[in-house]
Structure formats: C-alpha cells, structure tokens
C-alpha cells in the first residue's frame, strides 16, 4: 500500500506559477499528475513513467514540468505560465487504476 500526500496548492492570478508536491510514502517507480475542474472529468496532466518516459497533455506542455526527486520519494509539478483554465484539485497517483493509489488533491484557483 502507498500512500500519497499532495501540497503546494493555493491562489494565484494568471500568469503566475506554483509548484505542486507528491510525496509517497515508499519507492515507486510510476507517478502522474491530474487535475480536475467543476463540471470537468478528471484529466491527465503529467506523468513519469516507467522507466523514466514523460508526457504532458497538450494543453499545458511547455508550461509545466515534472519531477522527481528519488532520495525524498517525492514528484513535483512545477506550473508556469497559469492560466484560468489550469484551475482545478490537483491529484496525484502511483497507479490510476487503483483507488488506494491517489492522494486526495490540493486546490489550484487561478484568478483571470
């Protein structure tokens, strides 16, 4: 079992940028970030996949990027360029097809 814990959520006006936190409470070795927004489904961000691979949706490539950090078995999300459509509970996952394997979100509101 892991556990998922996500922070660096908050407010900011568009054009700003935040650095969103995952912290897992063991070694794993995929991770992805998604977002969802009020009367939105859930959407993949950014993930980091086995064996390293990265991918973002297209709607926010060049603007975020994450990361890994292995030695504190935690995966940022570092957001640039925000814009009001990026606006949404940010989650974090270890596996998207187990419901154990998500955090429960951190709030991103991004002001026009």
């Known amino acids: 079992q892991v556990r998922l814990q996500e922070s660096g959520g908050g407010f900011v006006q568009a054009g700003g940028s935040l650095r969103l936190s995952c912290t897992a409470s063991s070694r794993i070795e995929y991770m992805a970030w998604y977002r969802q927004a009020p009367v939105k489904q859930r959407e993949l961000v950014a993930r980091?996949?086995?064996?390293?691979?990265?991918n973002y949706a297209d709607s926010v490539r060049e603007r975020f990027t994450i990361s890994r950090d292995v030695d504190k078995n935690t995966v940022d999300l570092q957001m640039n360029s925000l814009k009001p459509d990026d606006s949404g509970v940010y989650f974090c996952?270890?596996?998207?097809?187990?419901?154990?394997?998500w955090g429960q979100g951190t709030q991103v509101t991004v002001s026009p």
């Open positions: 980091l996949g086995i064996g390293g691979a990265l």
């Open positions: 996952t270890a596996n998207p097809g187990r419901q154990d394997y």
